[in-house]
């Protein structure tokens, strides 16, 4: 078995676990600069550097475990505490490549204990036993999609279109990662078909799978169907797309939208926003938000937008963790963001013209 000696200390937190934004927040997040990142495609390219380094050195200090004859390795992540640990990263996804070495997730307090015993010459003697599967069956991930029709002869081939990513991690359910976007999109369709409102525009919902590995299926979704294979910029398909709407940032209500650099929609979603003033939702910012689907969109110039969401306890405790189960959800806040969602979507499939695209 093989320990690295880490110097990680657990620090004790004197912030809430838990949080919404405040309104000096928000307000500063409208009058925000663009953010550099104007490159469409940067966020998702440093976002695949990061987690290619992160594989890269993982990779690396498995093949030394092994040639040390170990039989696991034992990793922890500082960020988790008091019960909650960080967990995404099993080893390469490739068919072809090795099993990896047995990695084991252990808790702060036990990796450093055993740390100490080590480091103090004790021996330390653990049992194991781990019980786990690869399935290699079929190694294709899946998309869902489901449409409304549009009912405008002029328009009804155009489309606008929502989503999440139903793929999670495995050390809990994926409740809030992205069970909770999921559940969202599907209940705003659910709240448009119980109307029975007649969208001059055709709605298409799009639940996507490999996005936790690098947004697999919706960037191949985008490229097989909407991009220009010369270009690579949106082909005739794409161009009838006024817009994609995504939800990825846990169970907290929405609170406004990322514009994603394209000034133009903020007069036409500050108007949209309009009767949800009271169930706090209005910020519209200039500013990009990254690591999830909308960027598969904007990549090719289709208008991709993010809704900005408060946090709750995405970051600090559910976030990839052990702890991303059902209890962590919080209703109240997934119903109004999908009454919301629900109204944005049909005001984009309603009004005379698309959504505008980025200059
Ligand atoms: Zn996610």
Redesign the pocket.
Known sequence: MILLYKNDKIQPSFKPDATRYTDEELEKMVSAAPTNQSQPDTAFRSMMQAFRRNNMLSTKTKDMAKKEGALALFSMNARGKDGTLFVSSGGSYKATDPEGLLDIMLTAEDYLSLCRLAKAGIPVKLELDVKTQFYTEDLKGYNVLAEIKGTDPNLKEEVVMLGG?LDSWHSATGAT??AAGSAVMMEAVRILKTLGVKPRRTIRIALWSG?EQGLFGSRNYVKNHLTDADTKKSNKEGDKVSAYFNV?NGTGKVRGIYLQGNEACRPIFTKWFEPFHDLGAKTVTIRNTGG?DHLSFVGVGIPGFQFIQDEIEYNTRTHHTNMDSYDHLQPDDLKQAATIIASFVYNAAMRDEKLPRKK
């Open positions: 990513h990662d992205n996005e990825d999830t």
